[in-house]
């Protein structure tokens, strides 16, 4: 790693990353925005235009974020890592999904959110779907948000920032800045922890590829349940007793996915000048933060938290307007 690109790997480099692709979402949005008055309102072609701003504006503010901070695509995105990580994973997803899941569904009902206009159309569009209909919401749903919002958060602002901001510190504050970009505070909390879930699998397993994995279940499990038929229209499991089963397994799979976390252990290799730990093994040790780091993100990022910050709060706003 050249001396720019390591001096680069830094908080203040994911703080740019978070504003750059803040920048680059309200710009993109724009452009999407004329586009859709042109199509029929919650008709599938404005629903797939609606999904597509949040990965092309980060693709391109990844691109930009790169270049300008003269980062290397192979630093910030690692993807080596043990099978068994894959596993903890899908423990951890299954948990979420299953159990966490109704804290989301707690928070929908305080604010009557399922009442909404917005939230029964989409909910209409994607019990609509059908045949090819449905492989396209994958993609579009599931496939371009978990490689995109994970090469994000779990890749560049993750990867840029621990070295400095520590491990600790690193996965809150992508946790953080993972929920306030989605803008819904009906679903702050849920966001929050599963974007630190998904910060401690990719710091624990040393690459993004599981939180991939993870976020493309957490979002297409939903598409293909509906498709199936296996969950009614109000998005219940159409038995209670299969809820509740479901329900009480997520909350075991989720406790034994973190314990596994946990108890995880870095890998040591014994050398002839003795033990060593180095960026190569599965686990690197936690790292701890710099003095000023986090003010470091924070000021870097200051455009992002700023702009999303209000966003959230007028949002919150309308969640009592609305009732």
Not at 258 to 267: C, N, S, W, Y
Not at 270 to 294: H, Y
Request: include cysteine; charged fraction near 10%; proline fraction near 4%.
């Amino acid at each position: 790693m050249e001396d720019n690109e390591l001096n680069n790997m830094n908080s203040a480099t994911g703080g740019f990353m978070y504003s750059a692709a803040v920048i680059a979402f309200i710009v993109v949005s724009l452009i999407f925005n004329g586009i859709m008055t042109l199509v029929p309102q919650y008709g599938y072609a404005y629903w797939f235009l609606n999904f597509l701003p949040s990965p092309i504006a980060i693709a391109a503010s990844i691109a930009l974020t790169l270049k300008v901070r003269k980062v290397k695509f192979r630093a910030v995105f690692p993807v080596k890592c043990r099978p068994k990580y894959y596993f903890i994973g899908l423990l951890l997803i299954f948990g979420l999904f299953f159990s966490l899941n109704q804290i989301n569904d707690w928070f929908l009902k305080l604010f009557n959110v399922g009442e909404s206009e917005m939230y029964v159309k989409l909910n209409e569009f994607i019990y609509s779907l059908h045949g090819g209909w449905v492989a396209l919401a994958l993609l579009v749903v599931a496939v371009m948000p978990a490689i995109f919002e994970e090469a994000l958060f779990r890749g560049v602002i993750l990867n840029a920032s621990e070295s400095t901001l520590g491990t600790v510190r690193t996965v809150l504050i992508v946790g953080f800045a993972f929920s306030l970009f989605h803008g819904s505070p009906e679903q702050t909390v849920y966001q929050f922890l599963a974007g630190c879930l998904f910060a401690l699998v990719a710091v624990r397993s040393g690459s993004i590829l599981p939180g991939i994995v993870m976020h493309f279940l957490n979002n297409g499990v939903v598409i293909v349940l509906a498709a199936s038929g296996a969950v009614d229209e109000s998005g219940g499991f159409m038995t209670p007793t299969v809820q509740i089963v479901l329900m009480v397994l997520g909350a075991v799979a989720l406790i034994v996915g973190l314990v596994l976390l946990i108890l995880d252990r870095p890998t040591v290799e014994k050398t002839k000048f003795g033990k060593r730990i180095g960026f190569m093994f599965e686990n690197p040790p936690v790292k701890k933060c710099v003095k000023g780091s986090v003010k470091s993100f924070f000021s870097s990022g200051s455009v992002a938290v700023a702009v999303l910050g209000i966003l959230w709060l007028f949002n919150f706003a309308t969640l009592f307007i609305g009732q």
